[in-house]
């Protein structure tokens, strides 16, 4: 008997869409015929996305738009021309287009080739592709992780095709055979906007790691936080703003990948008495990357409330915290403040609006390094109990299963 075929569709590498991943392997395990389509942009994800690929249950197929692999260079060319011509017209005029967020053609194209029973669409373009499956009778789920039409600082909104952003998620709420997300909040939200059934929220938390080795004592605290781009709206200004008024003796390690001038711009507001207490890490591969978030104490969940998006999602950042035993302070974002509800005694939500009162709230976190302990060992434990991939696994293949069966999902699944 042949196996049920899943498209599961993205735009980038495996390596920078965890959540994507995780949907394929679990899938992969539960005996499905999987294949993930994506969009090749980004070469030093390729040597991270080879080892993930290794021995994995589901193959991967891409739409290049990096020359050298087996696309023809005349394709990749005018692909990545088609694109640059879309943000020219996005930037100097009051055309928006889907075209300008990546390769939506081409990807559409691809994804038509592709027999599936399920369709399953993640991000920007792959959800306007999947829009389109729909009109072709192809069956479509859609995963909404984050709220594009209500993402990003405005100045970064100006030239985005909002209109057509607002048209693809509203269709897809109400059409979809399942639509998922990532809160509670935010699948109240998409809602309360769009109408059809609300969005079933799997978290993006990942598989427990191992156990966590006890946090040393007697050494300076070390707050993390991390992303794949350190840039600015992100809340890491504010808190550097804080962190330099601290009293108590703390270290700030940040992990992720530099926009332009950015970094230098931050190493040039911290005084020389900070310095050496200011330390910047290159992205890890995502295989690392638990293990060099459980080296440090406090993991840092700054998003900024004012960015709806920002304020009513989850990230992966704090769940990750959770799992690698770091005791939490978060801003107050409607996100954020579901999971510290779940076990208060794992962090704090703060604001970033008066450095002095941070400075003061930073310094008392840290100061009590029995109740600094007693966080750490709350904030594995939400993992064990809420947070972790072991919880929305189960939940993920019942959905999958009943939209292969034509069902529809239960408008109370948690």
Not at 168 to 188: I, W
Not at 224 to 253: I, K, N
Not at 270 to 276: E, F, I, K, L, Y
């Amino acid at each position: 008997m042949s196996r049920q075929k899943i498209l599961i569709i993205s735009n980038g590498p495996l390596c920078r869409n965890p959540r994507v991943y995780k949907e394929a392997v679990t899938l992969g395990h539960a005996g499905y015929d999987v294949t993930v389509l994506t969009v090749r942009n980004h070469a030093p994800s390729e040597a991270h996305d080879a080892v993930l690929l290794k021995d994995a249950l589901f193959r991967r197929i891409t739409v290049d738009m990096l020359p050298g692999f087996s696309t023809p260079r005349i394709r990749v060319f005018s692909r990545r021309v088609g694109l640059w011509a879309a943000r020219k017209l996005a930037r100097f005029s009051a055309l928006r287009s889907i075209h300008s967020l990546g390769p939506a053609t081409a990807l559409l194209q691809e994804a038509r080739r592709q027999e599936a029973g399920l369709t399953i669409v993640h991000n920007e373009i792959a959800h306007w592709v999947g829009l389109r499956l729909m009109e072709d009778g192809r069956p479509v789920a859609a995963d909404i992780e984050d709220w594009h039409s209500e993402d990003l600082l405005p100045a970064d909104r100006e030239r985005r095709p909002l209109t057509i952003l607002r048209q693809v998620e509203r269709t897809l709420l109400q059409r979809a055979v399942y639509t998922t997300t990532t809160s509670q909040a935010l699948a109240a939200a998409l809602h309360t906007r769009y109408g059809g059934r609300q969005p079933v929220v799997l978290s993006n938390s990942f598989p427990l790691q191992p156990k966590i080795p006890a946090k040393e004592t007697g050494h300076i605290p070390a707050f993390f936080w991390f992303s794949q781009t350190l840039g600015p709206g992100r809340g890491l200004e504010p808190f550097l703003a804080a962190w330099m008024r601290m009293c108590q003796p703390s270290r700030l390690v940040l992990l992720g990948e530099s926009a332009q001038g950015f970094v230098q711009k931050l190493r040039a507001s911290v005084p020389d008495t900070c310095q050496a207490r200011l330390e910047l890490l290159d992205l890890v591969p995502t295989d690392e990357l638990p293990d060099v978030i459980a080296r440090h104490d406090i993991g840092l969940a700054l998003e900024l409330a004012d960015i709806p998006n920002r304020d009513l999602t989850i990230t992966n950042k704090i769940l990750q915290y959770l799992n690698a035993g770091l005791a939490i302070i978060a801003t107050d974002t409607r996100g954020q403040r579901e999971v510290l509800a779940c076990n208060p005694a794992a962090g704090i939500l703060v604001s970033l609006d008066d450095p002095e009162s941070l400075a003061r709230r930073l310094d008392e976190f840290i100061a009590d390094r029995v109740s600094l302990v007693a966080r750490q060992q709350a904030a594995r434990q939400l993992a064990v109990s809420h947070y972790c991939w072991e919880q929305e696994a189960p939940k993920l293949t019942t959905l999958v299963a009943g939209a292969l069966a034509g069902t529809k999902p239960n408008q109370n699944q948690k």
